[in-house]
């Protein structure tokens, strides 16, 4: 009956009319009246409440979610249960060990934070690398001058992109060296103040780590060696596994992923021996897709909802980000492609450190490269880069 009122809205305002009256006489049948009126409206609408519940929801995280104070190299790592995002910095997170269950939101986790990421750093502050083995989830991506390689998606591509990071970490070690002897140059920071040189910081992604590496490989091996020593360098690797228990992955391995993402997983091991989660933390752990426990170097564990961006609002960024660039390609230089240390790089120090940094450069590199590109590259004379490239391995 009341539905059918509040479907006639003559009849609605005639109701109101009658209410008014009725206040005017009586305050209690006024009150008596109106709540009738409203049982009404709350019987015909309920079906929608959760509807308008949500969409409120969702206005308000939206509201929330783009935080206005964020430094650089801040990621949201998520939500808390108010819906404010929760920041935290690259620079203070090391390398992060993300795991859950298929189906519980590790990728949604990674594009969020690349959505994020990618439209407040330029390719000149960060490098992402990434290694997709699903090979479905990351090709919008592929595009991005953010990424100094293109997207992994071979066992073969991920240790080529293996290799190209650890010569990355040896260009930059044999920078660092060049003023080691008279001032401690030791992180990405430090050379910075020394050199006014500032490198971009390297995110690498390892969606699904088990299925990209073979345990035990070369691959694997030179993988623990890059998390090992490329902190100060200014890496931030994450790596991604269904099963942390599995053999795959390797125990030193997780010992230097310091940060850690955890959805839900259906064995107790799993959180527990492996990702070294306290028991009182994940007994409350419940099966719902974005909902991690997190820890951070200095912090307590956390329940945290991770970013679920819309499909639509990842590949429209995407795009507007990748307009006017083409794909990286293999065995072109890693150095990001509009850096000036990249296109011009004054080298001192001895020759002998001199050629050490040029040697790095020319690891990553298929062919030994020109005269051209080596006297573009260092700002030096033909005969000069000649005699360079005589020295070369
Ligand atoms: N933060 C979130 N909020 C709501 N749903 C989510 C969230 N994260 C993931 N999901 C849901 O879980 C599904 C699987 O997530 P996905 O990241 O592909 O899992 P995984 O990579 O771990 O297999 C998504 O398609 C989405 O429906
Ligand atoms: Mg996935």
Redesign the pocket.
Known sequence: MFSKITENHHLAAALFAVITAVYSGSLLLGSLAYAVVMAGFLAHYSGRLPIVVARIRSWYIARQGTPTNFKKYDIIM?YDENGRPQLENLQSLGHSFVV?????????????MLHWLIETHTPEELQIYISDAKKV?FPIWSRIPHLAAPIAVTKDETDRMIDMLLAEMERRTALFNLYSSARLCDNIQKYYEITGDKLPRIMVIF??KTDAIESDSDTDKKLITLAKLSRSYGFNIFV?T?RPSAKSVNGELISQLVTKVA?YMPSAREYGVVTQLPKEIYSRMTP????FMVYTPGRQWRFL????VPDSELEKRAARVSRGHTRPRWGIPVAPRKNALAETMKLSGTMAEKMAVVQAWANTLDVKPSIQQIADRYGVSRPTAKGWKGRLK
């Open positions: 998520g859950a269950t298929t189906g519980f939101g590790k990728t949604v986790w990674y594009q969020g989830s969606d699904e991604g269904q959805g719902t897709p974005g909902r909802q991770s970013r679920m």
